[in-house]
């Protein structure tokens, strides 16, 4: 099956840093998503991004799926941000479900 | 517009017994796919409704089940739980089965003592 990696698995940043996160997947997807899961458990809809660039506010996602990759940019990190990171793919072979990352957890420190 | 609403919020019960977890999607939309979350085991798939037919099913054992309605509200079934299925159950809908964004509830947080 498609195996679907974030790098890192932690973060920590100080308040108005900038990170990026990254999503390897193995095989061909037609979709993905990015989430930010809250301390709640809330998933939130980041991003749906099957290929290019988009921007919201201080974030931002670039998906390459020719070269199977995605990265989510966060400028000028807050607290709020803080949290786990999913990326999603809709796997383009076999039952198109999403099949979720390992995650990357961001605590950002005031 | 609502979001998807999943209830109950949390829920305890005991080894052996069965529970039913429902799930009301965005209106309009007719996917409801069904995740559970673990710490072990992240974020995984069980199944997936579109007009009331099961049109996915990941790998779990038969215990856990699930329907659909003709409004496209869903439910899932565990029946004798195991502790191992403790766990945040999270639902989401979207408008088609293909190609098409998934939006997720607060989901349930099920503890099996």
């Known amino acids: 099956g498609i195996q679907v990696e974030q790098s890192p698995p932690d973060l920590i940043l100080q308040e108005g840093a900038n990170s990026t996160l990254r999503c390897n997947f193995s095989?061909?997807?037609?979709?993905l998503q990015w989430f930010h899961q809250n301390p709640w458990g809330q998933l939130i809809n980041l991003f749906y991004i099957p290929s290019g660039t988009k921007q919201n506010g201080r974030l931002s996602a670039t998906t390459v799926a020719t070269e199977r990759y995605s990265l989510l940019y966060i400028s000028s990190s807050q607290t709020t941000d803080s949290g786990v990171y999913f990326c999603a793919v809709e796997w383009a072979s076999g039952t198109y479900k999403y099949i979720f990352g390992t995650g990357t957890r961001l605590k950002v420190l005031a | 517009k609502a979001g998807v609403t999943q209830t109950p919020r949390y829920l305890i019960k005991t080894r052996g017994q069965q529970v039913t977890l429902s799930c009301s999607p965005i209106s309009g939309h007719r996917s409801v796919s069904w995740y559970q979350q673990t710490p072990g085991q992240g974020l995984q798939f069980l199944f997936e409704?579109?007009?009331?037919?099961?049109?996915n099913k990941g790998n779990f054992p038969g215990r856990f089940s699930g329907r659909q309605f003709s409004n496209s509200r869903s439910e899932m079934n565990v029946s004798t739980l195991e502790l191992g299925d403790s766990a945040l159950y999270l639902c989401?809908?979207?408008?088609?089965?293909?190609?098409?964004?998934?939006?997720f509830g607060n989901g349930t947080r099920l503890t099996v003592t």
């Open positions: 409704y579109f007009s009331e037919t099961q049109r």
């Open positions: 989401a809908s979207s408008l088609q089965v293909r190609a098409s964004p998934l939006h």
């Open positions: 095989d061909s997807v037609n979709n």
